[in-house]
């Protein structure tokens, strides 16, 4: 019986990492597939990585030429590239799929250079397979539970509009984090 892909995720580099006092700094994309290719576990070790589309490892709006070297960094390594998270919060490209029309437009924004990224990273043959994740983008519930119908009306709306532009860039979507994030962070509400 042939073993599911194993791939390891590279947002932990970049998440919770900066350059403030009492951060950690990031940890470099070719750090990061450094450990990913030395780790080893019963003789089982990663296939790919699912990637974080951000600085300091891709920048957004990045020339394909760039995102192409980056998919030759990756293939050296011998990974695919399987599940890219789409910088939708706010402080990288996008902001909250609950938000204001402005708001909804970044969120929007950033599903699309998404798209465009994983059109890239398919046709240099890096990446075969895979979705494209997004959350909510907004911060715990509090918010979210001034008005839970209408903000939950808001985050649908936002995603069935990110659907439509990846499924016209043929790609897919997956809804992750919504346990943690506004919309269905409470299982009381």
């Known amino acids: ?106 969120f929007l924004e950033a599903v699309k250079m998404a798209c465009r990224i994983a059109g890239v990273f398919n046709d240099h043959g890096v990446r075969k397979h895979g979705v494209i994740r997004i959350d909510s983008a907004e911060f715990g519930v509090e918010k979210w539970g001034e008005d839970a119908p209408g903000n939950t009306a808001k985050i649908v709306e936002t995603f069935k509009e990110a659907a439509k532009i990846a499924a016209d860039s043929g790609e897919r979507l997956a809804a992750e984090g919504e346990i943690c994030w506004a919309g269905m962070h409470s299982w009381k509400d």
Do not use: C
């Open 1 to 106: 019986m042939s073993k599911p892909k194993l791939h390891n995720a590279m947002w932990p580099g970049l998440v919770g990492k900066g350059d403030e006092e009492g951060q950690e700094p990031p940890i470099s994309l070719e750090r990061m597939l450094e450990l990913t290719a030395a780790a080893e576990v019963n003789g089982t070790k990663f296939d790919g990585i699912d990637y974080f589309l951000f600085l300091p490892h891709t920048d957004p709006a990045a020339s394909d030429d760039d995102l192409k070297g980056i998919a030759d960094m990756i293939q050296s390594k011998g990974f695919d590239v399987g599940s890219l998270v789409a910088p939708i919060w706010p402080g990288t490209v996008g902001d909250s799929a609950m938000g204001d029309s402005e708001q909804q437009a970044k």
